[in-house]
């Protein structure tokens, strides 16, 4: 195989769409192997099985965009900001779907160095929203009547968003057991919920690809690949975060598949490549305890590792089945995949939550990751950020207690105050 050999794919007859103004301006060129990166593939049709020829027994490989890097305008990371992902269209693949102000998210101080990057401010609450503005774009370029995903939590609630906004169906492989809001979000925008048994949900997403032509964009493969644009939406995260602070000294993000942890860190191997920065984040897997397959792939030495998930209420990131991306990206940057308890999570999320940041149990790991790091001896010179991924309200249990009437006199207040004020920290 000679190097940068471009391999055709499957012929197919896609309903593509006209193509938008902003789709004009993308670089995305080829999608190219994770397998073997001197194999690319043309950018259409995203490849989202993976790459055909390198797979194995072991691993599914991704595919990832790549770009005409020569050709970024000077000011992309310069010039004045804009809403959603527009302003880093030209290193995106074509934005043929429209946004929902995407992105933007607040980069806040938590103190001692550490900050908090929070996706809860995105349109649907959760960082997935930077993912399905691509992934649906894809669907629309390629002409799919709709959309299909395998998810019970904030995949299933932003790809329905994504969808309604493009004009097409959503159908949602889910469990009966999905949270309130994610369910509430769901019939809101008019998807197709099916609670299927979750061993079931990827067999039939692959059939309602194969057989009435929706666009996937969730896994379909027994170790994940994912889309291929998927995680080029992440790195969006990266942009942001250097523009407001610079290049930090880590980042620690949630990880389920890993397609957040290795969008973040292509982001910055992309300004470090562009010339933009000369240094790059060590970043930081933080998943359950109870299954953690990117730190049984880094532990065995395996391109991507499949587990047993114990019992966990970090349901969105309670993943069986790991991805070469998180491996690379945790490898290429010095990092580690670093496990954590609910117990480590809990602790996490009321430390958000005693400054102003209701998380998500599983959006808490960023930071029970790094404080499980630090307090075996792990430190940094620099600033930390912690990806906070998703609002509170997307926990299976809220946890709140119903309020109690207080007297309204003066004395009944004072003895409320002493009784449960408490100090913020």
Known sequence: MTPETVHPTPARDPRRATATARAAVSLARHQRSMGDPRIRYPLWPPLPRGCPRTGSDLADFPLEVDYAYEDTPADLFTGPARPGLERWAPLLPPLDAPGLGEGGTPLLPLGDGVWIKDESQNPTWSH???????????????????????????????????????????????????????????????????????????????????????????????????????????????????????????????????????????????????????????????????????????????????????????????????SHRAVRAVLDSGGAAVPVTDAELGRARDRLASRGIWAELSAAAGLAGLERWTSTGGGFDGPVVCVSTSSGFKDLRLGTAPLEPVEPTWEAVSRALADRARPAG
Not at 188 to 194: E, F
Not at 261 to 271: A, I, N, T
């Open 128 to 322: 997935k929203d930077r993912l399905n503005r691509v992934t649906v774009s894809a669907a629309v370029h390629e002409g799919a009547p709709g959309v299909a995903v395998a998810s019970s939590g904030n995949h299933g609630a932003s790809a329905a968003a994504y969808a309604a906004r493009a004009g097409l169906a959503c159908v949602v492989l889910a469990s009966a057991g999905a949270p309130p809001a994610v369910a509430a979000f769901l019939q809101a925008y008019g998807a197709v919920v099916l609670p299927v048994p979750a061993e079931r949900r990827w067999p039939l997403l692959n059939e309602v690809c194969d057989r009435l032509g929706y666009h996937p964009v969730s896994n379909l493969t027994r170790t994940h690949t994912g889309h291929p644009f998927g995680a080029e939406g992440y790195k969006t995260i990266a942009y942001e975060i250097h523009a407001e602070l610079g290049v930090p000294a880590a980042v620690f993000v949630p990880t389920g598949y890993g397609e957040l942890l290795y969008g973040v860190w292509k982001g910055f191997r992309e300004l470090r490549q562009l010339g933009v920065t000369d240094t790059v984040p060590r970043v930081f897997g933080c998943e359950p305890a109870a299954g953690a397959p990117l730190a049984t792939a880094l532990r065995t030495g395996v391109p991507a590792a499949v587990v047993s998930v114990g019992p966990t209420d970090a349901y969105a990131i309670d993943c069986a089945a790991g």
